[in-house]
């Protein structure tokens, strides 16, 4: 398997670059793509692609110097160009570049899988092996089960999955640097997308998703990074891939708000909470962000005052007492969270509506 990187800043165009390499039946996987250069070559130099195809008319860069810089950094990856403008100094600058084949907008799909298929051709058949760990776990690990189980959004099969594949992967690369673990988190979340896109997740959604673990996949450098990264990366794709349901973010978000309700006088953090509903502390904290635009000890914060005000008019419980009766473990720390949510101390409180 063969792993090829597209840049195209319409999307219309990366769409139509995507499914014909996906219908092409050629050995190759999507890993990865880019709206602009930059991002094309950020993408390279973690992922190392096999084959990239670039477009000549990205917005920061044009498509050649793209090329040029990805055969520098990657003297074994072949490029092929599309474009929508040619001409001799165009074509003259291509063939010095070397890159695989340039192709004219409008082109026809057969035209672009035999563009492909033709650098696939040229390519050293040692490629994959100077390539290293990185691509171990197309040889080591079916990913069969991983795709099926994001495709039924089976939760705990992905889980169980992605944490065989890394135990795989550990196994045959022996102590993975930082740069194969990042690539290995690239993979799965495109393909993850991928299988997403497949059983029709809306696009919009997911790119955006999508967009924002790319941007996480940036802080691994440890197995432990990587773990910790894959459970949001698993919830994210849970989560959208169930978004044909709306209802299900929603679920999550009553059983959470429901917890805190019946447990908010004890000592609970966030991890409690996400182990409840079965997200990780990270997603449950963005859905908390994106429905309610407020987070979990803020929830949790104006539930115990709101319960200590009432019982600072209803009963005649100490001052103390209530701030543990509602969860706080230290009565100054109470004073000072009631005063900035209600605008005035306990006590000042307690007289005013007493009085």
Same mark, same amino acid.
């Given at each position: 398997?063969?792993?090829?990187?597209?840049?195209?800043?319409?999307?219309?165009?990366?769409?139509?670059?995507?499914?014909?390499?996906?219908?092409?039946?050629?050995?190759?996987?999507?890993?990865?793509?880019?709206?602009?250069?930059?991002?094309?070559?950020?993408? @390279?130099?973690?992922?190392?692609?096999?084959?990239?195809?670039?477009?000549?008319?990205?917005?920061?860069?044009?498509?050649?110097? =793209?090329?040029?810089?990805?055969?520098?950094?990657?003297?074994?990856?072949?490029?092929?160009?599309?474009?929508?403008? %040619?001409?001799? @100094?165009?074509?003259?600058?291509?063939?010095?570049?070397?890159?695989?084949?340039?192709?004219?907008?409008?082109?026809?799909?057969?035209?672009?899988?035999?563009?492909?298929?033709?650098?696939?051709?040229?390519?050293?058949?040692?490629?994959?092996?100077?390539?290293?760990?990185?691509?171990?776990?197309?040889? %080591?690990?079916?990913?069969?089960?991983?795709?099926?189980? =994001?495709?039924?959004?089976?939760?705990?099969?992905?889980?169980? %999955?992605?944490?065989?594949?890394?135990?795989?992967?550990?196994? @045959?690369?022996?102590? *993975?640097?930082?740069?194969?673990?990042?690539?290995?988190?690239?993979?799965?979340?495109?393909?993850?997308?991928?299988?997403?896109?497949?059983?029709? =997740?809306?696009?919009?959604?997911?790119?955006?998703?999508?967009?924002?673990?790319?941007?996480?996949?940036?802080?691994?450098?440890?197995?432990?990074?990587?773990?910790?990264?894959?459970?949001?990366?698993?919830?994210?794709?849970?989560?959208?891939?169930?978004?044909?349901?709306?209802?299900?973010?929603?679920? @999550?978000?009553?059983? %959470?708000? +429901?917890?805190?309700?019946?447990?908010?006088?004890?000592?609970?953090?966030?991890?409690?909470?996400?182990?409840?509903?079965?997200?990780?502390?990270?997603?449950?904290?963005?859905?908390?962000?994106?429905?309610?635009?407020?987070?979990?000890?803020?929830?949790?914060?104006?539930?115990?005052?709101?319960?200590?005000?009432?019982?600072? =008019?209803?009963?005649?419980?100490?001052?103390?007492?209530?701030?543990?009766?509602?969860?706080? +473990?230290?009565?100054?720390?109470?004073?000072?969270?009631?005063?900035?949510?209600?605008?005035?101390? *306990?006590?000042?409180?307690?007289?005013?509506?007493?009085?």
């Amino acid at each position: 398997m063969y792993k090829i990187l597209l840049a195209e800043d319409e999307l219309l165009g990366g769409q139509i670059l995507y499914r014909t390499i996906r219908e092409s039946n050629l050995p190759l996987l999507v890993v990865g793509q880019a709206g602009s250069g930059g991002v094309c070559l950020k993408m @390279a130099r973690e992922l190392l692609p096999d084959l990239v195809v670039v477009d000549y008319g990205l917005p920061d860069q044009d498509g050649l110097s =793209v090329a040029a810089e990805i055969k520098r950094l990657l003297p074994g990856t072949e490029v092929i160009i599309v474009s929508e403008v %040619a001409g001799p @100094a165009i074509y003259r600058q291509a063939i010095r570049t070397g890159v695989a084949d340039f192709l004219l907008k409008p082109f026809r799909p057969s035209e672009l899988t035999e563009a492909v298929s033709g650098a696939l051709d040229r390519m050293n058949p040692l490629l994959k092996g100077w390539r290293g760990a990185d691509n171990i776990i197309w040889q %080591a690990q079916n990913l069969s089960d991983y795709l099926q189980a =994001v495709k039924k959004q089976d939760r705990e099969k992905v889980r169980r %999955a992605v944490d065989k594949i890394l135990q795989n992967f550990c196994q @045959a690369a022996s102590n *993975p640097s930082s740069g194969q673990l990042k690539g290995l988190a690239y993979d799965l979340l495109i393909i993850g997308a991928h299988a997403l896109l497949d059983v029709g =997740v809306d696009n919009g959604t997911l790119e955006k998703e999508v967009r924002q673990q790319i941007k996480l996949v940036g802080s691994i450098g440890s197995v432990e990074d990587w773990q910790s990264w894959a459970s949001e990366m698993v919830d994210m794709l849970c989560t959208c891939g169930a978004e044909k349901n709306p209802g299900t973010e929603h679920l @999550a978000l009553r059983r %959470a708000l +429901k917890y805190i309700e019946q447990h908010y006088t004890e000592d609970i953090n966030l991890n409690d909470l996400a182990r409840h509903v079965h997200l990780s502390p990270a997603y449950l904290s963005r859905i908390f962000k994106t429905k309610m635009n407020t987070n979990f000890m803020a929830i949790l914060s104006e539930l115990r005052i709101q319960r200590a005000r009432e019982l600072l =008019v209803s009963s005649d419980l100490t001052i103390d007492d209530i701030a543990y009766e509602v969860g706080f +473990k230290n009565s100054g720390y109470f004073a000072r969270v009631f005063k900035k949510m209600s605008g005035m101390t *306990p006590s000042a409180y307690r007289n005013r509506r007493g009085g």
